[in-house]
Protein backbone atom coordinates (compact mmCIF):
# COMPACT_ATOMS: atom_id res chain seq x y z
CA UNK A 1 0.00 0.00 0.00
CA UNK A 2 1.53 3.59 -1.04
CA UNK A 3 1.78 6.60 2.03
CA UNK A 4 -1.08 7.45 3.33
CA UNK A 5 -2.17 10.83 4.88
CA UNK A 6 -4.20 9.57 7.66
CA UNK A 7 -5.19 6.66 8.91
CA UNK A 8 -9.26 6.53 8.06
CA UNK A 9 -10.79 4.36 11.38
CA UNK A 10 -14.12 4.21 12.29
CA UNK A 11 -14.03 4.97 16.41
CA UNK A 12 -17.54 4.26 18.35
CA UNK A 13 -18.69 6.53 20.88
CA UNK A 14 -21.65 5.23 21.90
CA UNK A 15 -21.86 6.19 25.82
CA UNK A 16 -19.09 8.02 25.96
CA UNK A 17 -17.89 10.80 26.97
CA UNK A 18 -16.82 13.61 24.78
CA UNK A 19 -15.34 17.23 26.44
CA UNK A 20 -15.78 20.23 24.26
CA UNK A 21 -14.96 23.85 24.57
CA UNK A 22 -16.70 26.49 22.79
CA UNK A 23 -20.18 27.65 21.53
CA UNK A 24 -19.80 28.69 17.78
CA UNK A 25 -20.38 27.40 14.78
CA UNK A 26 -17.62 25.20 14.40
CA UNK A 27 -18.33 23.44 18.34
CA UNK A 28 -22.37 23.16 16.88
CA UNK A 29 -21.37 21.24 13.64
CA UNK A 30 -18.65 18.96 15.65
CA UNK A 31 -21.02 18.95 18.31
CA UNK A 32 -24.08 17.26 15.73
CA UNK A 33 -21.79 14.60 14.58
CA UNK A 34 -20.46 13.89 17.84
CA UNK A 35 -24.22 13.22 19.10
CA UNK A 36 -25.75 11.75 16.27
CA UNK A 37 -22.70 8.75 16.97
CA UNK A 38 -24.20 8.69 20.64
CA UNK A 39 -21.75 10.57 22.19
CA UNK A 40 -22.15 12.01 26.39
CA UNK A 41 -21.44 15.68 25.35
CA UNK A 42 -19.84 17.69 27.93
CA UNK A 43 -20.06 21.39 26.54
CA UNK A 44 -17.90 24.14 28.45
CA UNK A 45 -18.37 27.40 27.60
CA UNK A 46 -20.26 30.42 29.22
CA UNK A 47 -23.58 31.07 28.85
CA UNK A 48 -23.02 34.20 26.91
CA UNK A 49 -20.80 33.16 24.28
CA UNK A 50 -23.46 30.54 23.11
CA UNK A 51 -24.17 30.91 19.54
CA UNK A 52 -27.80 30.23 17.74
CA UNK A 53 -26.68 26.99 16.23
CA UNK A 54 -25.45 25.31 19.57
CA UNK A 55 -28.48 27.07 21.40
CA UNK A 56 -30.85 24.82 18.49
CA UNK A 57 -28.48 21.91 19.77
CA UNK A 58 -28.77 22.05 23.71
CA UNK A 59 -32.76 22.67 23.27
CA UNK A 60 -33.35 19.21 21.98
CA UNK A 61 -33.92 16.97 24.23
CA UNK A 62 -31.90 14.57 26.05
CA UNK A 63 -31.74 10.81 25.55
CA UNK A 64 -34.01 10.67 28.88
CA UNK A 65 -36.95 12.05 27.77
CA UNK A 66 -39.79 10.75 26.21
CA UNK A 67 -39.47 13.09 22.95
CA UNK A 68 -35.67 12.07 22.71
CA UNK A 69 -34.66 9.46 20.01
CA UNK A 70 -32.51 7.05 22.20
CA UNK A 71 -29.97 6.09 19.93
CA UNK A 72 -28.46 9.43 19.54
CA UNK A 73 -26.17 11.09 22.32
CA UNK A 74 -26.64 13.96 25.00
CA UNK A 75 -24.81 17.35 25.33
CA UNK A 76 -25.09 18.99 28.36
CA UNK A 77 -24.18 22.54 29.00
CA UNK A 78 -21.69 23.49 31.98
CA UNK A 79 -21.94 27.57 32.48
CA UNK A 80 -18.40 28.19 32.74
CA UNK A 81 -15.31 27.88 30.86
CA UNK A 82 -13.12 24.73 30.23
CA UNK A 83 -10.23 24.09 32.76
CA UNK A 84 -7.65 21.38 32.87
CA UNK A 85 -9.46 19.29 35.39
CA UNK A 86 -12.40 18.04 32.35
CA UNK A 87 -10.57 15.53 30.43
CA UNK A 88 -11.04 12.57 33.02
CA UNK A 89 -12.42 9.67 31.22
CA UNK A 90 -12.83 11.87 27.96
CA UNK A 91 -12.71 9.55 24.55
CA UNK A 92 -12.24 13.04 22.68
CA UNK A 93 -11.92 15.85 23.37
CA UNK A 94 -13.19 19.33 20.87
CA UNK A 95 -12.49 22.66 20.79
CA UNK A 96 -13.48 25.72 19.00
CA UNK A 97 -11.21 28.67 20.11
CA UNK A 98 -10.39 32.31 18.98
CA UNK A 99 -7.22 32.15 20.08
CA UNK A 100 -4.30 30.01 18.87
CA UNK A 101 -2.93 30.41 22.41
CA UNK A 102 -5.86 28.82 24.19
CA UNK A 103 -6.10 26.15 21.33
CA UNK A 104 -3.00 25.19 22.08
CA UNK A 105 -3.71 25.23 25.77
CA UNK A 106 -6.30 23.09 25.32
CA UNK A 107 -4.38 20.67 23.34
CA UNK A 108 -1.31 20.58 25.20
CA UNK A 109 -3.90 19.85 28.36
CA UNK A 110 -5.80 16.68 26.27
CA UNK A 111 -2.54 15.42 25.41
CA UNK A 112 -1.33 15.29 29.09
CA UNK A 113 -4.70 13.46 30.02
CA UNK A 114 -4.28 10.91 26.98
CA UNK A 115 -7.30 12.29 25.09
CA UNK A 116 -7.13 12.74 21.70
CA UNK A 117 -8.02 15.98 20.29
CA UNK A 118 -9.30 18.09 17.86
CA UNK A 119 -9.08 22.27 17.77
CA UNK A 120 -11.28 23.85 15.13
CA UNK A 121 -9.90 25.03 12.11
CA UNK A 122 -6.22 25.01 14.03
CA UNK A 123 -5.01 21.70 12.18
CA UNK A 124 -1.42 22.23 14.07
CA UNK A 125 -3.28 21.16 17.17
CA UNK A 126 -5.24 18.16 15.69
CA UNK A 127 -4.46 14.36 16.98
CA UNK A 128 -7.26 13.74 13.85
CA UNK A 129 -9.78 15.58 11.59
CA UNK A 130 -13.80 15.67 10.48
CA UNK A 131 -13.46 14.61 7.00
CA UNK A 132 -16.98 15.05 5.30
CA UNK A 133 -19.30 12.63 5.80
CA UNK A 134 -22.31 10.36 4.01
CA UNK A 135 -24.56 8.78 6.29
CA UNK A 136 -26.59 5.75 5.41
CA UNK A 137 -25.71 4.25 8.68
CA UNK A 138 -25.16 1.82 9.50
CA UNK A 139 -23.33 2.33 6.06
CA UNK A 140 -20.77 5.32 6.49
CA UNK A 141 -18.42 6.92 3.92
CA UNK A 142 -15.37 9.20 5.46
CA UNK A 143 -14.15 11.70 3.25
CA UNK A 144 -10.61 13.10 4.32
CA UNK A 145 -8.21 15.27 2.12
CA UNK A 146 -6.19 16.16 5.11
CA UNK A 147 -6.88 19.08 5.56
CA UNK A 148 -5.82 20.46 2.05
CA UNK A 149 -8.54 20.75 -0.03
CA UNK A 150 -12.01 20.55 1.93
CA UNK A 151 -14.03 21.85 -1.24
CA UNK A 152 -12.95 18.62 -2.92
CA UNK A 153 -13.45 16.69 -0.08
CA UNK A 154 -17.09 18.16 -0.71
CA UNK A 155 -17.33 17.60 -4.25
CA UNK A 156 -16.64 13.51 -3.96
CA UNK A 157 -18.82 13.50 -0.96
CA UNK A 158 -21.86 15.06 -3.43
CA UNK A 159 -20.76 12.33 -6.18
CA UNK A 160 -20.75 9.43 -3.40
CA UNK A 161 -24.22 10.73 -2.37
CA UNK A 162 -25.87 10.08 -5.87
CA UNK A 163 -24.04 6.85 -5.97
CA UNK A 164 -26.11 5.67 -2.65
CA UNK A 165 -29.72 5.84 -2.58
CA UNK A 166 -31.03 7.08 0.80
CA UNK A 167 -32.83 3.46 1.21
CA UNK A 168 -29.56 1.69 1.35
CA UNK A 169 -29.37 2.26 5.16
CA UNK A 170 -32.53 0.13 5.76
CA UNK A 171 -30.83 -2.33 3.13
CA UNK A 172 -27.72 -2.34 5.65
CA UNK A 173 -29.97 -2.74 8.15
CA UNK A 174 -31.25 -5.96 6.82
CA UNK A 175 -27.93 -7.64 5.93
CA UNK A 176 -27.28 -7.50 9.54
CA UNK A 177 -30.69 -9.36 10.14
CA UNK A 178 -29.96 -12.02 7.52
CA UNK A 179 -26.16 -12.56 8.10
CA UNK A 180 -26.33 -15.44 10.48
CA UNK A 181 -28.86 -17.25 8.57
CA UNK A 182 -26.46 -16.90 5.13
CA UNK A 183 -23.36 -17.98 7.22
CA UNK A 184 -25.15 -20.93 9.02
CA UNK A 185 -27.12 -22.14 5.59
CA UNK A 186 -24.85 -21.52 2.99
CA UNK A 187 -22.06 -22.80 2.48
CA UNK A 188 -18.61 -20.62 1.69
CA UNK A 189 -17.72 -19.92 -2.12
CA UNK A 190 -20.33 -19.88 -5.26
CA UNK A 191 -23.47 -20.24 -3.06
CA UNK A 192 -23.24 -17.60 -0.24
CA UNK A 193 -21.70 -15.13 -3.02
CA UNK A 194 -24.73 -15.26 -5.40
CA UNK A 195 -26.82 -14.36 -2.34
CA UNK A 196 -25.55 -11.33 -1.02
CA UNK A 197 -24.99 -10.26 -5.01
CA UNK A 198 -28.53 -10.53 -5.21
CA UNK A 199 -29.24 -8.55 -2.18
CA UNK A 200 -26.44 -6.16 -3.10
CA UNK A 201 -28.27 -5.20 -6.57
CA UNK A 202 -31.80 -4.91 -4.57
CA UNK A 203 -29.98 -2.66 -2.57
CA UNK A 204 -29.19 -0.30 -4.60
CA UNK A 205 -32.99 0.62 -5.32
CA UNK A 206 -35.21 3.62 -3.84
CA UNK A 207 -37.26 1.64 -1.93
CA UNK A 208 -37.18 0.67 1.45
CA UNK A 209 -37.29 -3.29 2.42
CA UNK A 210 -40.07 -4.11 4.55
CA UNK A 211 -41.24 -7.74 5.82
CA UNK A 212 -41.83 -8.94 2.41
CA UNK A 213 -38.18 -8.36 1.34
CA UNK A 214 -36.77 -10.33 4.58
CA UNK A 215 -39.25 -13.24 3.91
CA UNK A 216 -38.00 -12.83 0.13
CA UNK A 217 -34.52 -12.93 1.59
CA UNK A 218 -34.88 -15.57 3.27
CA UNK A 219 -36.77 -17.64 1.33
CA UNK A 220 -33.37 -17.39 -1.35
CA UNK A 221 -31.41 -18.64 1.26
CA UNK A 222 -33.22 -21.57 1.99
CA UNK A 223 -33.53 -21.81 -2.08
CA UNK A 224 -29.63 -22.01 -2.31
CA UNK A 225 -28.94 -23.89 0.61
CA UNK A 226 -31.09 -26.90 -0.80
CA UNK A 227 -28.57 -27.48 -3.35
CA UNK A 228 -26.00 -26.10 -5.82
CA UNK A 229 -27.76 -24.31 -8.78
CA UNK A 230 -27.66 -25.57 -12.16
CA UNK A 231 -25.14 -23.48 -14.78
CA UNK A 232 -28.50 -21.50 -16.42
CA UNK A 233 -30.10 -20.34 -13.21
CA UNK A 234 -26.98 -19.28 -11.83
CA UNK A 235 -25.50 -17.65 -15.12
CA UNK A 236 -26.72 -14.58 -16.00
CA UNK A 237 -25.74 -11.96 -19.07
CA UNK A 238 -26.12 -8.26 -18.97
CA UNK A 239 -25.41 -6.02 -21.94
CA UNK A 240 -24.22 -2.99 -20.74
CA UNK A 241 -24.02 0.26 -22.73
CA UNK A 242 -20.98 2.47 -21.70
CA UNK A 243 -21.39 5.38 -23.71
CA UNK A 244 -19.41 7.36 -25.92
CA UNK A 245 -16.28 6.80 -24.07
CA UNK A 246 -16.13 9.17 -21.24
CA UNK A 247 -16.44 6.88 -17.80
CA UNK A 248 -18.35 10.02 -16.40
CA UNK A 249 -20.71 9.62 -18.81
CA UNK A 250 -21.34 5.56 -17.54
CA UNK A 251 -25.27 5.34 -15.80
CA UNK A 252 -24.85 4.41 -12.37
CA UNK A 253 -26.47 1.13 -13.15
CA UNK A 254 -23.58 0.47 -15.96
CA UNK A 255 -21.04 0.86 -12.59
CA UNK A 256 -23.11 -1.06 -10.85
CA UNK A 257 -23.25 -4.01 -13.06
CA UNK A 258 -19.37 -3.45 -14.12
CA UNK A 259 -18.68 -4.27 -10.04
CA UNK A 260 -20.69 -7.25 -9.92
CA UNK A 261 -19.18 -8.70 -12.95
CA UNK A 262 -17.49 -12.59 -12.97
CA UNK A 263 -16.61 -11.88 -16.92
CA UNK A 264 -16.62 -9.18 -18.69
CA UNK A 265 -16.46 -9.21 -22.73
CA UNK A 266 -15.71 -5.38 -23.97
CA UNK A 267 -15.24 -3.93 -27.81
CA UNK A 268 -12.13 -2.17 -28.00
CA UNK A 269 -14.15 1.27 -28.34
CA UNK A 270 -14.06 0.58 -24.65
CA UNK A 271 -11.74 2.98 -22.90
CA UNK A 272 -9.29 2.26 -19.77
CA UNK A 273 -11.03 4.70 -17.41
CA UNK A 274 -14.19 2.79 -18.23
CA UNK A 275 -12.63 -0.94 -17.35
CA UNK A 276 -11.26 1.03 -14.24
CA UNK A 277 -14.85 1.24 -12.68
CA UNK A 278 -14.80 -2.42 -13.44
CA UNK A 279 -15.00 -5.59 -10.08
CA UNK A 280 -10.79 -6.15 -9.75
CA UNK A 281 -11.40 -9.91 -9.86
CA UNK A 282 -13.18 -9.92 -13.25
CA UNK A 283 -11.79 -11.46 -15.79
CA UNK A 284 -11.61 -9.41 -19.50
CA UNK A 285 -11.71 -10.11 -23.04
CA UNK A 286 -11.42 -8.23 -25.72
CA UNK A 287 -14.04 -9.51 -28.67
CA UNK A 288 -14.14 -5.97 -30.52
CA UNK A 289 -15.11 -6.16 -33.90
CA UNK A 290 -13.48 -3.02 -36.40
CA UNK A 291 -13.29 -2.83 -40.21
CA UNK A 292 -10.28 -3.34 -42.20
CA UNK A 293 -8.79 -5.37 -39.01
CA UNK A 294 -8.43 -9.04 -37.35
CA UNK A 295 -11.80 -9.05 -35.43
CA UNK A 296 -13.74 -11.33 -33.39
CA UNK A 297 -16.69 -13.60 -34.68
CA UNK A 298 -20.01 -12.71 -33.57
CA UNK A 299 -20.80 -16.27 -33.29
CA UNK A 300 -17.86 -16.50 -31.07
CA UNK A 301 -18.51 -13.72 -28.62
CA UNK A 302 -21.99 -15.38 -28.46
CA UNK A 303 -20.15 -18.77 -27.40
CA UNK A 304 -18.70 -17.07 -24.96
CA UNK A 305 -21.57 -15.67 -23.22
CA UNK A 306 -23.31 -18.60 -23.42
CA UNK A 307 -20.29 -20.83 -22.06
CA UNK A 308 -19.44 -18.67 -18.98
CA UNK A 309 -23.14 -18.05 -17.89
CA UNK A 310 -23.57 -21.87 -17.85
CA UNK A 311 -20.54 -22.18 -15.80
CA UNK A 312 -22.71 -19.89 -13.10
CA UNK A 313 -20.85 -16.50 -13.87
CA UNK A 314 -22.15 -13.35 -14.20
CA UNK A 315 -21.01 -12.20 -17.63
CA UNK A 316 -20.96 -8.68 -18.79
CA UNK A 317 -21.21 -7.31 -22.32
CA UNK A 318 -20.18 -4.24 -22.35
CA UNK A 319 -20.59 -2.12 -25.50
CA UNK A 320 -19.55 1.19 -26.61
CA UNK A 321 -22.30 3.70 -26.98
CA UNK A 322 -26.03 2.69 -26.59
CA UNK A 323 -26.32 -1.51 -26.64
CA UNK A 324 -29.54 -0.84 -28.95
CA UNK A 325 -28.08 1.33 -31.64
CA UNK A 326 -26.13 -0.89 -34.22
CA UNK A 327 -24.41 -3.00 -31.58
CA UNK A 328 -25.50 -6.27 -32.69
CA UNK A 329 -27.32 -6.88 -29.19
CA UNK A 330 -30.40 -8.39 -31.51
CA UNK A 331 -28.15 -11.52 -32.28
CA UNK A 332 -26.85 -11.56 -28.74
CA UNK A 333 -30.29 -11.74 -27.38
CA UNK A 334 -31.56 -14.37 -29.29
CA UNK A 335 -28.48 -16.77 -28.43
CA UNK A 336 -29.41 -16.31 -25.25
CA UNK A 337 -32.80 -17.08 -24.74
CA UNK A 338 -32.32 -20.27 -27.41
CA UNK A 339 -30.21 -21.01 -24.11
CA UNK A 340 -32.22 -20.08 -22.00
CA UNK A 341 -29.90 -17.37 -20.12
CA UNK A 342 -31.59 -14.51 -18.29
CA UNK A 343 -30.63 -11.62 -20.16
CA UNK A 344 -30.68 -7.78 -19.06
CA UNK A 345 -29.97 -4.44 -20.71
CA UNK A 346 -28.49 -1.18 -19.76
CA UNK A 347 -28.83 1.45 -21.89
CA UNK A 348 -26.13 3.91 -22.38
CA UNK A 349 -25.92 7.48 -24.19
CA UNK A 350 -25.39 6.88 -28.28
CA UNK A 351 -22.80 8.62 -29.82
CA UNK A 352 -24.87 10.86 -31.26
CA UNK A 353 -26.14 12.50 -28.54
CA UNK A 354 -22.43 12.77 -27.83
CA UNK A 355 -21.76 14.36 -31.12
CA UNK A 356 -25.08 17.12 -29.89
CA UNK A 357 -23.26 17.87 -26.60
CA UNK A 358 -19.47 17.83 -28.90
CA UNK A 359 -20.71 20.76 -31.23
CA UNK A 360 -23.11 22.43 -28.48
CA UNK A 361 -26.16 21.88 -30.63
CA UNK A 362 -30.15 20.05 -30.26
CA UNK A 363 -30.58 17.51 -32.99
CA UNK A 364 -34.18 18.13 -32.92
CA UNK A 365 -34.22 22.11 -33.33
CA UNK A 366 -37.60 22.89 -33.36
CA UNK A 367 -37.20 25.45 -36.48
CA UNK A 368 -34.07 23.10 -38.37
CA UNK A 369 -35.42 19.39 -38.19
CA UNK A 370 -38.87 17.86 -37.15
CA UNK A 371 -37.18 14.31 -37.72
CA UNK A 372 -33.85 12.50 -36.57
CA UNK A 373 -32.92 9.34 -37.97
CA UNK A 374 -29.91 7.18 -37.23
CA UNK A 375 -28.77 5.56 -39.92
CA UNK A 376 -25.86 2.67 -40.32
CA UNK A 377 -22.98 3.26 -42.29
CA UNK A 378 -21.90 -0.13 -43.64
CA UNK A 379 -23.81 -3.58 -43.86
CA UNK A 380 -22.97 -6.94 -43.71
CA UNK A 381 -21.04 -6.26 -47.00
CA UNK A 382 -18.89 -3.73 -45.56
CA UNK A 383 -20.79 -0.92 -47.95
CA UNK A 384 -23.95 0.67 -47.46
CA UNK A 385 -26.91 -0.70 -47.15
CA UNK A 386 -28.64 -1.53 -50.59
CA UNK A 387 -32.26 -0.62 -49.35
CA UNK A 388 -31.70 2.90 -47.98
CA UNK A 389 -34.56 5.52 -48.43
CA UNK A 390 -31.97 7.84 -49.49
CA UNK A 391 -35.30 10.26 -51.02
CA UNK A 392 -36.57 10.22 -47.62
CA UNK A 393 -32.81 10.82 -46.20
CA UNK A 394 -32.48 13.83 -48.33
CA UNK A 395 -35.13 15.90 -46.69
CA UNK A 396 -33.91 19.14 -44.97
CA UNK A 397 -36.21 18.91 -42.53
CA UNK A 398 -34.31 15.78 -41.12
CA UNK A 399 -31.08 15.10 -38.73
CA UNK A 400 -29.39 12.50 -39.80
CA UNK A 401 -26.57 10.75 -38.26
CA UNK A 402 -24.45 8.30 -40.03
CA UNK A 403 -22.95 5.33 -37.45
CA UNK A 404 -19.51 4.08 -38.99
CA UNK A 405 -19.70 5.84 -41.94
CA UNK A 406 -16.29 7.06 -42.40
CA UNK A 407 -14.97 5.07 -45.21
CA UNK A 408 -18.67 5.37 -47.00
CA UNK A 409 -18.57 9.46 -46.58
CA UNK A 410 -18.11 10.10 -50.39
CA UNK A 411 -21.08 8.11 -51.59
CA UNK A 412 -22.91 9.26 -49.05
CA UNK A 413 -22.51 12.74 -50.05
CA UNK A 414 -23.29 11.85 -53.52
CA UNK A 415 -26.21 10.03 -52.82
CA UNK A 416 -27.95 12.81 -50.89
CA UNK A 417 -27.07 15.52 -53.22
CA UNK A 418 -28.47 13.31 -56.26
CA UNK A 419 -32.12 12.79 -54.66
CA UNK A 420 -32.30 16.74 -53.80
CA UNK A 421 -29.89 17.68 -50.88
CA UNK A 422 -28.32 20.88 -51.11
CA UNK A 423 -24.58 20.46 -51.45
CA UNK A 424 -24.39 23.75 -48.94
CA UNK A 425 -26.12 21.65 -46.69
CA UNK A 426 -24.44 21.70 -43.17
CA UNK A 427 -22.74 18.65 -41.62
CA UNK A 428 -20.33 17.85 -38.71
CA UNK A 429 -17.94 15.25 -38.07
CA UNK A 430 -16.68 13.41 -35.54
CA UNK A 431 -13.86 10.65 -34.19
CA UNK A 432 -13.74 9.36 -30.28
CA UNK A 433 -15.99 11.53 -28.95
CA UNK A 434 -15.92 12.48 -25.48
CA UNK A 435 -12.35 10.73 -25.00
CA UNK A 436 -9.26 12.98 -24.75
CA UNK A 437 -8.01 12.18 -28.41
CA UNK A 438 -11.60 13.53 -29.55
CA UNK A 439 -11.17 15.17 -33.23
CA UNK A 440 -13.91 16.75 -34.97
CA UNK A 441 -14.92 18.90 -37.92
CA UNK A 442 -17.82 20.94 -39.84
CA UNK A 443 -18.43 21.93 -43.07
CA UNK A 444 -20.70 21.43 -45.70
CA UNK A 445 -22.09 17.78 -47.63
CA UNK A 446 -20.00 18.60 -51.15
CA UNK A 447 -16.45 18.58 -49.15
CA UNK A 448 -17.85 15.82 -46.76
CA UNK A 449 -15.45 13.21 -48.02
CA UNK A 450 -12.51 15.97 -48.00
CA UNK A 451 -13.44 16.40 -43.93
CA UNK A 452 -13.87 13.03 -42.89
CA UNK A 453 -10.24 12.53 -44.45
CA UNK A 454 -8.45 14.73 -42.51
CA UNK A 455 -10.03 13.17 -39.42
CA UNK A 456 -9.22 10.14 -40.82
CA UNK A 457 -10.68 6.87 -42.48
CA UNK A 458 -9.53 4.20 -40.09
CA UNK A 459 -10.87 5.86 -37.07
CA UNK A 460 -14.45 5.33 -35.20
CA UNK A 461 -16.21 8.05 -37.67
CA UNK A 462 -20.08 9.52 -36.77
CA UNK A 463 -21.24 11.89 -39.65
CA UNK A 464 -24.21 14.15 -38.74
CA UNK A 465 -26.18 15.93 -41.42
CA UNK A 466 -28.73 18.77 -41.55
CA UNK A 467 -29.29 22.58 -40.59
CA UNK A 468 -28.77 21.92 -36.88
CA UNK A 469 -24.94 22.15 -37.60
CA UNK A 470 -25.18 25.32 -39.55
CA UNK A 471 -23.55 27.69 -36.97
CA UNK A 472 -20.28 25.02 -36.54
CA UNK A 473 -20.04 24.58 -40.27
CA UNK A 474 -19.65 28.21 -40.53
CA UNK A 475 -17.93 28.77 -37.84
CA UNK A 476 -15.53 26.48 -39.39
CA UNK A 477 -15.72 28.42 -43.16
CA UNK A 478 -14.13 31.58 -40.95
CA UNK A 479 -11.53 29.43 -39.20
CA UNK A 480 -10.33 28.54 -43.19
CA UNK A 481 -10.95 32.04 -44.64
CA UNK A 482 -8.48 33.22 -42.17
CA UNK A 483 -6.09 30.67 -42.56
CA UNK A 484 -5.88 31.13 -45.97
CA UNK A 485 -5.75 35.12 -45.27
CA UNK A 486 -2.59 34.56 -43.40
CA UNK A 487 -1.25 32.31 -45.93
CA UNK A 488 -0.94 34.51 -48.66
CA UNK A 489 -0.34 37.70 -46.17
CA UNK A 490 3.26 35.84 -45.15
Known amino acids: MGPLASLPVFFGLSGRRVVMAGGGPGAAWKAELLRAAGARIDLYTPA ?90 PVVVGISTDGAAPIVGQAIRRRIETLLPPALAGWAQLAARLRGAAMEKLAPGPLRRAFWERFADAAFTPRDPGPIDEATANRLIEELARGPLSGEAAGR ?116 SALAASFGVSLTHRDRAQQ ?47 HGLSPQTPVAVAANLSRDDETRGAGTLAGLAALVGEIGYERPILIGVGRVFAEAAAAAEHLTEDAVAVAEAS
Open 372 to 418: LRFVTGHSRKGGLPDDLDWAALADDHVTTVFYMGGRMAGRIAEQLIA
Open 48 to 137: DEIDPEMAELLAIPDSNSDEADASVGTIVHHDRPWSIDIFDHAALAVADTESAQEGQAFACAARAAGVPVNVVDKPAFCDFNFGSIVNRS
Open 237 to 352: VTLVGAGPGEAELLTLKAVRALQSADVILFDDLISDAVLELARREARRFLVGKRAARDSCRQEDINRMMVAFAKAGKHVVRLKSGDVSVFGRAGEEIAALAQENIPVAIVPGITAA
